[in-house]
Structures are given as structure tokens and as C-alpha cells.
């Protein structure tokens, strides 16, 4: 069979990881993988679709219908030649289609099959639908975010989904790689986003109704203190201030000419300071503000939107080839850097199965049978109508 992997670069050259997969997490944890190297192939992409296009990049997309016979056997026959496997059903459903890690590993015993879930494969809630915000309800992440005269805010879908779920799931598959090539033998991954946000929140939960966060919108990392929040600037843009040790907030202080900086930490002097911080800001525009901090310790930076982060100059410098459609491919590796590869959207399913060396006759099957059905998932971005 023809090594398609082979001709990869990258520190995860050689492995092959096949995406079973929908919606956020999953696709974005494989992303990472692919640009770092890793053959990635879809199943159920290509024409049966795939939720976010963005994150199909640098992979192969193909078309099998797991609830058919002919499309079972098409996965086997890839486990067999696989390094990972990614899903993200509810517990149960890949047994069910006969997907789950008892069945593929008893194929592929150096297998690494790594389920995402929001709740987990146990407990009350493992059964339950839910997506990012009932995630970072129920670890205390929400709860302790957002203004404390409104309601709780989420950070858009980052921290359960891709911070909680994606990055962590990508941790515990290198590992479980690393793992398996001293034993022989891979295993089972069981990567729930609550899991990772509670690990997040290692440092914030031990602080919950103390003096340094006293309750949701109150505290040293919240946004409300006047050396960590955001100020309005002349043309009712803003900037960011994170001043919060001694040597930067003196630095602030000194910079904006306001004399001897008074202590930023004790309570009683905050709405002075606050009240001069705000003064001054709304003196001049945010990217006058943003060009006269630049270089220095400051800690004052603009607060952009989506559309203006590429002209940034620290964000062009970096990453001169990216843009809203191209993030950048992470991290930066010095002997074997990560690449963000190219889309490719069109159907493979022909090409990979052949490559497997399954006779003809047996991939026009599965292959007429994928051409007249649709895995479901989530259309994005979803229609809003008026």
C-alpha cells in the first residue's frame, strides 16, 4: 500500500490518525495533529460534509456509511494501518456501530482511541447533549466570569471546547503514543471537557470567596481592578491595561506623567486611580495609545477586533501568511516546524480505500453506498433567520 504518510514532515510524520469525529472539538484537536505533521483521515467528510471547513486542513476526507456492513469493514480494514483514532459520539454509540475501542483494538492492539466528550463516558450527566457554556457551567468557569451587576458571560467557545477539550485530548494522545511505543500496545483515552476545565481552573478555585476573588466580577484577574481592566480612548475604542505588578504599574504611571505612582495595591487608593487611568485614556485614540506603549513594560496593549488582529504588527511578524480563514500552525518547532497545510475538501474515499489494496469490487460498494447517504452533524455557521 502506498505510504500517503510518507510524505509528510513534521515531528508526527508517520502516524496516522483517523478523524471519526463532528462539531468543534474533535476536528480541531486532529487539526493540530495534521500540522504537526500527522496523516489525518476523515471519516464521513467529504461528501457526507464536514461541520467546520477551517478546520479540515492538510486532511484526507472520505465517505463511509458505519451503519452498513461494507462500510464497517472499510474501517477495520484502515484501523489496521492506524496510530490513532479520534470520536466523539455519546458513550456508547461507537459499540454501537462498531467503532468502540474493545472492537478496533482487538484489530490494531498499538492503537491510541481517544473518545471527546463534554460529561465524560460515567456519571449522571454522560448521556446528557450539551456544548461549551453547560461545560464551564458546571466546573465553576462561567459562574466566576462576567460582571457581577449582569449575568455570566462565556469566553466564546474557547475554554471548554478547544482549551479544556481539543488541547487536552492532543496532551493525552502524544503521551499515550510516546506510552505505546516502549510497551507495544496503545489505549484508551476517555478526554472530557469538564475534566480539562476543572484542571484550568487549578489556580482560580482555591481562590473562590477570598480577598483575591470574592465573588463572580470581583477580583485581581477579573477585569475590575484599575490595574487589570480595559479603559475607553478618545475614539471609544479601547485598550488593555494589565499592570499588575509593582515595576509595571510604576512604569504606567511613570509613562503617563503622572507623578509618584501611588501604592495600586491597596483598596482605598483603586478609585483614584481608576478615576486618572480613565481621564487620560480618553485623551487620545487607542492606536496613538497602542503606538506609545509599544516597547516598553507598560503592559498596555490595543483592544482589537476580529478584523484587525493580521495588521497587528507583533501578530503580521509572526505570522505574515495567516488570516481569518489560515490560523497560524502551533507551536513553533526549530527542527520540525508545524505546517498549516492546505484545504482539500474533495472526496477521497476511492484513493484511500484503494491504497488499503481492498479489490475494486469492494470499494465501488462502499463507495455507491456513501454516495447515497449523509452523516449528520452540525451545519456551520447555522442559518439565522429574521
Not at 477495520?76 to 459520539?89: H, I, M, N, P, T
Not at 483494538?105 to 466528550?117: F, G, K, Q
Not at 457551567?137 to 481539543?166: E, Q, W, Y
Amino acid at each position: 500500500m502506498t505510504d500517503v504518510s510518507s510524505k509528510r514532515r513534521g515531528p508526527l510524520a508517520g502516524i496516522r490518525v483517523i478523524d471519526l469525529s463532528r462539531l468543534a472539538p474533535g476536528p480541531y484537536c486532529t487539526m493540530l495533529l495534521a500540522d504537526l505533521g500527522a496523516e489525518v483521515i476523515v471519516v464521513g467528510g467529504g461528501r457526507a460534509g464536514v461541520a467546520i471547513p477551517e478546520f479540515a486542513r492538510g486532511k484526507r476526507l472520505i465517505s463511509l456509511d458505519l451503519k452498513q456492513e461494507a462500510g464497517r469493514a472499510a474501517l477495520r480494514a484502515l484501523v489496521k494501518s492506524a496510530d490513532v483514532l479520534v470520536e466523539g459520539f455519546r458513550p456508547g454509540v461507537a459499540d454501537r456501530i462498531g467503532a468502540g475501542y474493545e472492537a478496533l483494538s482487538a484489530i490494531n492492539p498499538r492503537l491510541v482511541y481517544c473518545s471527546i466528550t463534554g460529561y465524560g463516558q460515567t456519571g449522571a450527566r454522560s448521556q446528557d447533549a450539551g456544548h461549551d457554556i453547560n461545560y464551564v457551567a458546571i466546573t465553576g468557569a462561567l459562574g466566576a466570569t462576567g460582571p457581577s451587576d449582569s449575568r455570566p458571560f462565556p469566553a466564546l467557545n474557547l475554554l471548554a471546547d478547544f482549551a479544556g477539550g481539543s488541547l487536552v485530548a492532543a496532551m493525552g494522545i502524544l503521551a499515550a503514543i510516546i506510552e505505546a511505543r516502549t510497551s507495544g500496545t496503545g489505549q484508551y483515552i476517555d478526554a472530557a471537557m469538564i475534566d480539562g476545565t476543572l484542571s484550568l481552573m487549578a489556580m482560580h478555585l482555591p481562590l473562590w470567596q477570598t480577598p483575591l476573588m470574592p465573588a463572580r466580577g470581583e477580583g485581581l484577574l477579573v477585569g475590575d481592578k484599575p490595574f487589570y481592566r480595559t479603559y475607553a480612548c478618545a475614539d471609544g475604542k479601547f485598550v488593555a491595561v494589565g499592570a499588575l505588578e509593582r515595576g509595571f504599574f510604576v512604569a504606567l504611571w511613570t509613562k503617563l506623567g503622572l507623578g509618584e505612582a501611588p501604592d495600586h495595591m491597596r483598596a482605598s487608593n483603586w478609585p483614584m486611580i481608576a478615576h486618572r487611568l480613565g481621564e487620560i485614556f480618553l485623551t487620545r485614540t487607542r492606536d496613538d495609545w497602542a503606538q506609545l506603549f509599544l516597547g516598553t513594560d507598560c503592559c498596555v496593549t490595543p483592544v482589537l477586533e476580529s478584523g484587525e488582529i493580521w495588521d497587528d504588527p507583533q501578530v503580521r511578524e509572526r505570522h505574515p501568511t495567516s488570516g481569518p480563514t489560515r490560523v497560524p500552525a502551533i507551536p513553533r518547532l526549530g527542527k520540525t516546524p508545524a505546517v498549516a497545510h492546505d484545504l482539500d475538501m474533495t472526496d477521497q474515499t476511492r484513493a484511500v480505500l484503494t491504497e488499503l489494496g481492498l479489490d475494486m469490487g469492494t470499494v465501488d460498494a462502499v463507495v455507491g453506498v456513501a454516495e447515497q447517504t449523509t452523516i449528520s452533524g452540525l451545519e456551520w455557521p447555522p442559518e439565522i433567520r429574521e
